[in-house]
Structure formats: C-alpha cells, structure tokens
C-alpha cells in the first residue's frame, strides 16, 4: 500500500455527524493522517507493533495502522457513539481491503485504560473546553508506551516541549501542519477554518533496566555478551535487561537474572544497591541512555548456562581492570560489596 492509496482509503471513513463540543471531537484529516502514519511505518513504529489510539473518535489513526500492518490496535474513546462508529469504519475497511484488522476497542475513560503496547498514535482534545486534558493523554499515554506520535496545537509548543523534557521523554521529530476543521459545529463561522497544529514523535529518553549482582570470595558473576545481544561482542557486563511494562524492579531483575545466567534468585533474598546508574551504551548501533537498578543476591539455586545473548562466568573483583565493561560495571561492583552479605 503506498501513502497516497492509504490516504484515499481514509478520506472514505464516515465522520462525525454531530461532534461533542465539550470532548473537543476535531476530526484528523485524512491527507494528514496517511502522512503522519507513513512517515510512523517508515520508522519502524507501526509494523508488527501493538498501538494504542487514545482519543480514538472515528478511529482514522488506530485503523490506519492496521492498514499498515499493526499487530493490534487498541482504539480508546470515553464517547460509547464515536467507538460505534470506530467500529463501523473498521467493517468499511475489511470490506475494501480484504484485509482482517484486528482492532480491540474501549468505550470508556483512558485512566482506566491498562493494555500492553509499544506505540501511541493519538489526536487528542486541544484543551480548548477542558484546559490542559491534552497533557492528561501525554500523561497517560507516557504510562502505556515508550514511543508516541500526538497532535498539539502548535502555539502550545513551549509548553508541551518543557512537559515533554520533565517527565522523561525527548522529541526526535516535529512536523507541523495546517489543520482543516470542516463546519460541524455551531460556533465555526467559516466552511473550513484552518488552525496551526504540531505533530510530535517521543521517545522515552531513558530506558530503565534492572539486575541482581552475586559474589563468591573475592570473585563476581558477570556476563559476557555475544553477537545477538545488539552490544558490541566480548564486553562484560551486570546480568540485567529492560524493565518490562507491568513488571516492577525486583520482578524484572529476576527473570533477566534467569534468562543470562540460568540461576534462580528469590525476592526475600535481595537487597537493592540505593542508586540507579544511568549511562549511555550503543545497542544495535544505535546510542541510547539507560539506567539500572541493582540488586545483591545472598543466596541463589541452579547452574550456570549460556544463552543465545549472554555467557555467565566469575571474575576476579581485583582483574575487572582487564575486562572490556560496559559503562558503570566497576563502580557498580566496588558499590555492591558494601551491600554484600558478610
């Protein structure tokens, strides 16, 4: 499908007949939509992925995506009529295509809202009737995702940039568009009335991860990583991997701790290092800023193994200097002994 075709497809969705003024329902246009989406899939942001539609109204972004090869979409709208009519452009679209979009809608509030995804795409209210609900949905949809495509009036720039800084993402792309609202509502004076809106992409600028540290003597257990770990092969580093959505500190410390080493550590049995590390590592050729919870084992179960990512071996705390490590792993060490069961 090219952008032009899947803009064509959703200039054909049915409308809002009669929108809520109070829920702000701006219907996103088509043309602007199939480029936004396009520009999403050529990122690699749509293909394969899970993605949430918050504000879903006629439901244009969350199908979209699935024209474009969307695992899932999730299409959220607190108004049960605009999911109804979601919900019918989803039938318009199978029937067209022949394809089977599977969209998973919600009538009801995105505070509720609690799926698994990895992308938000979403034009939410301006926060013209109800002042700053637009920062409600990036709130939320912070909550949800670590990459998010959202529609802001442009004149609000500053402000969504200083929010966008504070609360830990970053903006990798800004587009801005005319937007055209067609006459639907009783106060528009003109047939279409074009207003300035930015489109941002975000990204969670700090990827947080987690890991458990286990000593023996004068020795520490670290892994060595391999080809398909993304990271430069040969270096060592804390067993430890990203924090999983729903998953707390302790919990994902666990498993990647199982997952690199082949051993078992229980809850009871760890103490948390009181710090994060943060440092920026280059995964798959790519520089990316992550922090890491540590944990210290007191007692573990099982025997070593290799994965497909990691090897587990002990090293000598006195010979890390003969390592390649990866950045913080001998300032985490040294920290972690003092934490380290006498």
């Known amino acids: 499908m090219t952008k032009k075709e899947l803009s064509i497809l959703l200039s054909r969705l049915k409308g809002f007949d009669k929108p809520e003024i109070k829920l702000e329902q701006h219907p996103t246009d088509s043309e602007i939509a199939g480029e936004v989406l396009w520009n999403a899939f050529m990122q690699g942001d749509i293909e394969g992925k899970v993605i949430v539609d918050l504000g879903c109204g006629t439901g244009i972004l969350g199908l979209g995506a699935l024209l474009l090869g969307a695992k899932k979409a999730f299409l959220v709208d607190i108004d049960a009529g605009a999911v109804e009519l979601a919900m019918h452009n989803k039938s318009f679209l199978e029937k067209e295509t022949g394809q089977k979009l599977n969209a998973v809608f919600s009538a009801g509030d995105i505070s509720v809202f609690d799926e698994k995804a990895d992308v938000t795409i979403m034009n939410p209210p301006f926060g013209t009737k109800n002042e700053n609900i637009d920062t409600v949905f990036l709130l939320k949809a912070m909550d949800l995702v670590r990459v998010i495509y959202s529609f802001h009036k442009a004149i609000t720039k500053d402000y969504i940039d200083t929010f966008i800084q504070e609360n830990g993402f970053e903006t990798t792309h800004y587009t801005e568009y005319d937007f055209p609202l067609k006459m639907t509502m009783a106060h528009h004076t003109k047939k279409i009335e074009k207003i300035r809106v930015g489109l941002w992409r975000l990204r969670k600028e700090i990827i947080p991860t987690a890991g458990v540290l286990i000593y023996h003597d004068d020795e520490v257990l670290l892994v060595k990583l391999g080809k398909k770990s993304g990271h430069i092969p040969g270096v060592y580093g804390v067993p430890s991997g990203r924090i999983e959505d729903k998953e707390t500190e302790i919990q994902a410390a666990i498993r990647e701790f199982k997952e690199e080493t082949g051993l ?18 280059r995964v798959n050729n790519e520089m990316k800023k992550y922090s890491l919870i ?28 003969k390592y390649r490590l990866l950045p913080n792993t001998e300032r985490i060490v040294k920290e972690g002994l003092n934490f380290r069961q006498p």
Do not use: F, Q
């Not at 078992?264 to 590592?281: F, G, H, M, Q």
């Not at 193994?305 to 071996?313: A, I, L, M, Q």
């Open 294 to 321: 540590v944990y210290i084992a007191r007692k573990y179960s099982g025997k070593l193994r290799e994965c497909e990512e990691t090897s587990p071996g002990w090293v000598k705390i006195s010979e890390l200097n």
């Open 264 to 281: 078992t550590v229980k809850p009871d049995d760890l103490i948390e290092v009181p710090r994060s590390y943060i440092a920026p590592i």
